[in-house]
Nanobody, 124 residues
Framework: QVQLVESGGGLVQAGASLRLSCAAS????????MGWFRQAPGKEREFVAG????????RYADSVKGRFTISRDNAKNTVYLQMNSLKLEDTAVYYC?????????????????WGQGTHVTVSS
């Protein structure tokens, strides 16, 4: 079992930055690839970013490339999502997820453990 707790969401204006954090406990965090997903009202959950077990390999959705950065600190059992130049369309509930694999996937079905989500609202 892995327990995931996200934090750092909030209400910001377009163009601002936010950093989300996801604290993990339980199963060995450093053996798990991690991902961030988001779900806007009325839409399906979508992949945002993923990172491998060591933090060497990352992947991003095209919609966030160049604006978002995923990172992890295995000593702190925490994964981060730095979000810059936020847009209105980034408004969503953001979820952290852990995969029973060393490598990140981009489909929600590839992840076994999920946090409760943190709300991000971008206003004009």
């Amino acid at each position: 079992q892995v327990q995931l707790v996200e934090s750092g969401g909030g209400l910001v204006q377009a163009g601002a930055s936010l950093r989300l954090s996801c604290a993990a406990s339980g199963r060995t965090f450093s053996d798990s690839a991690m991902g961030w997903f988001r779900q806007a009202p009325g839409k399906e959950r979508e992949f945002v970013a993923g990172i491998d077990w060591r933090g060497d390999t990352t992947r991003y959705a095209d919609s966030v490339k160049g604006r978002f950065t995923i990172s992890r600190d295995n000593a702190k059992n925490t994964v981060y999502l730095q979000m810059n130049s936020l847009k209105l369309e980034d408004t969503a509930v953001y979820y952290c997820a852990a995969r029973i694999s060393l490598w990140p996937g981009s489909s929600p079905g590839e992840y076994a453990y999920w946090g409760q989500g943190t709300h991000v609202t971008v206003s004009s």
